[in-house]
């Protein structure tokens, strides 16, 4: 038993490639480490990059260390994983850490070093945070300038901007490519690309990933399987909403059924909702959605990024605000991807309904004052409310029917069209208190035209109980009557209207 060739309690290569490794004394020099400078490694990754932790961490590591080697050494290292290098670093954990030990005497670090400049420092990232580390007297050394950054070189100012441009070119490049190739795999292969199942769902095993890189280290493909607590209730709700229910009354019956809502069903999702019960939005959403059909449905939603030039939004590294693609921007896949849960064919017809009642006459529901009026009790804008064959308008104060009333809730707020157009009217001429917002020359003498009138200057009227407020301004205008005093309408007298500041 002269050769063993592997040992399971003793690693002998692993033990000794482990082992601490000093570098070598050069030649004419007794010191090994740590002499010199002091160094801090910033380093950065994004998930988003599918890369390996320990691999990104090393290479940029390894790259930081040879820049410094001979002048000293790395002695602490802040790296921030699974954010985009958009995101300023003071919104990064590891490099914020970073930045508020420069002013600290105590640091144990004389400069900063990184591996790659264009990972770390974004678009004028760089230029706006060379000065703060200028200021503290901590070198930043970038591979860019082989060394030190000299703030006051023109060379290495030129050198900054590149770095700038670069990491923006290689931020959109990387878009580019991602987008074009997610397109092509949800197309195509009907590929899950991520994001939590939609309630209904669960993720399951589909497999080795199909890039064998991936597939390597063990990343697998998923696809949707029906959960079975909560895909029966997707397919009652289809159900329901093809035989012509209400969002709000879906919703409620589910409450009163007591069916799990999303965020209790899947604690993980909408972790910042604390609210377990269904709202009409979550109705919505699910019978809205495409993915039920079996189909894999991509760029449903599109994140707005922030100008180039936005460098406030660049450095705060805000989450860019998503939109609702139309269906037209849809990337729908071209096969099966999941079990459906309802057919293409009653996916699209639930599409088309609209529980409120049209009008038996066919004419359409107009009501001139939306938008414009808002509720004194809550803020909130007022919703129009056809009641008695007429327009009005109403607030519920945020409740809806989808949840049950509560005991103890205000009343609803509710306003004739007619009346509120009768008193507007009124405070429109020359003596009243909208005057000054509509054209002397030609003052409104239909609904429509005072109603266009507001939304020219931009006013807008609180309602109250006892009245209306026209804001901006505040002056007030009093309720002269109601419906009940029909038929006794006044002139208004403006002399009793009050200006509340
Ligand atoms: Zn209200």
């Known amino acids: 038993m002269s050769l063993s060739t592997s040992s399971p309690s003793h690693d002998v290569l692993t033990d000794w490639a482990s082992q601490r490794w000093l570098p070598v004394a050069r030649s004419g020099s007794h010191d090994t480490v740590p002499a010199g400078i002091r160094f801090a490694f910033y380093g950065r990754m994004s998930t988003e990059e599918w890369q390996d932790p320990a691999t990104s961490r090393r290479w940029q590591y390894d790259s930081a260390n040879a820049l410094v080697a001979g002048h000293g050494a790395i002695v602490t290292e802040f790296f921030d994983i699974g954010y985009t290098r958009r995101r300023g670093w003071h919104h990064r954990p590891q490099a914020a850490a970073l930045l508020k030990l420069l002013a600290d005497r105590c640091r144990g670090f004389d400069a900063v070093v990184v591996g790659e400049s264009d990972r770390v420092f974004y678009g004028k990232q760089l230029i706006l945070l060379a000065p703060v580390f200028a200021e503290h007297g901590v070198g930043l050394w970038l591979p860019d300038m082989h060394g030190p950054l000299d703030i006051g070189d023109a060379a290495h100012q030129a050198v900054l901007l590149e770095i700038g441009k670069h990491s923006r070119r290689e931020v959109l490049r990387a878009r580019y490519r991602t987008t074009a190739a997610m397109q092509a795999q949800a197309r195509e292969e009907g590929r899950y690309l991520g994001g939590r199942p939609p309630y209904g769902y669960r993720l399951a095993d589909a497999g080795p990933h199909p890039n064998r890189a991936f597939a390597k280290w063990g990343r697998r493909r998923h696809r949707f399987e029906p959960d079975p607590d909560t895909a029966p209730w997707v397919r009652w709700m289809f ?104 057919s293409e064919q009653d996916f699209v017809a639930a599409q088309c309904i609209r529980a409120v009642p049209q009008p038996a006459d066919g004419t359409t529901r107009t009501y001139l004052l939306t938008g414009l009026l808002r509720c004194g009790g809550c803020g909130r804008k007022m919703e129009g409310h056809w009641a008695h064959g007429r327009p009005g308008y109403r607030c519920r104060h945020g409740r809806n029917s989808a949840n049950p009333a509560a005991g103890q809730r205000s009343r609803n707020l509710y306003r004739r069209e007619d009346d509120l157009i009768g008193c507007l009217m009124a405070a429109a001429r020359p003596s009243g208190p909208l005057s000054m917002l509509v054209d002397k020359l030609l003052p409104p003498s239909t609904g429509q035209q005072l109603a266009e009138a507001l939304r020219r200057h931009q006013v807008s009227i609180v309602c109250r109980l006892d009245g209306l407020t026209i804001e901006p301004g505040g002056h007030r205008i009093p309720q002269m009557f109601t419906t009940r005093q029909r038929g006794t309408r006044l002139d208004l007298d403006y002399a009793t209207s009050t200006v509340v500041e």
């Open 239 to 342: 159900a329901r909403r093809l035989e012509g229910c209400s969002y709000a009354g879906i919703a409620r019956a589910l409450n009163e059924a007591g069916v799990p809502c999303p965020s209790e069903a899947d604690p993980q999702r909408n972790r910042h909702r604390h609210n377990h019960a269904w709202a009409l939005r979550s109705v919505a959403s699910i019978l809205g959605n495409p993915r039920y059909t079996g189909r894999q449905v991509w760029n449903r939603q599109n994140k707005q990024h922030p100008a180039e030039d936005d460098i406030k939004a660049q450095l705060a590294g805000r989450q860019p605000p998503r939109h609702w693609n139309l269906p037209d921007g849809w990337v729908i896949s071209k096969t099966q991807a999941h079990p459906a849960l309802v």
